[in-house]
């Protein structure tokens, strides 16, 4: 399992517009790129930070690359949104990606069990 979280601040008149798109993105990377599930949060401080998951480091590189090499391997219809999302947020409080392997989850424990 590999996990990717990005975070940002996101302009407050903007919210629901990045909301959405985090929704098409995210659903895009499930069903075409292999991505396990997404989860988008809002923290007490006004953090949005959005928590993708992987089956693995590879399967996430193959979509989207650290170095942004294989971008243009995305529609033109999430490049658009990504865009997009960079645009709602607010560009004087930049916050770095932060990526995990996942090395003990008892979500995944406890679901083999049912």
């Known amino acids: 399992m590999f996990a990717v979280i990005y975070r940002s601040y996101i302009k407050p008149e903007l919210e629901d517009e990045y909301q959405s798109l985090w929704n098409q993105v995210a659903s895009y990377f499930i069903q075409y790129k292999g991505a396990i599930g997404s989860c ?3 923290t007490e401080d006004g953090v949005w930070l959005a928590y993708s998951r992987w089956p693995d480091k590879a399967t996430r590189d193959a979509s989207w690359s650290s170095d942004n090499s294989n971008v243009n391997d995305l529609s033109d219809v999430i490049k658009d949104a990504i865009k997009k ?6 560009q004087n409080r930049i916050l770095p990606d932060i990526c995990m392997e996942v090395v003990d989850d008892l979500l995944l424990k406890n679901s083999k069990n049912f």
């Open 85 to 90: 999302m960079k645009d709602c947020a607010d």
């Open 40 to 42: 988008l949060h809002k």
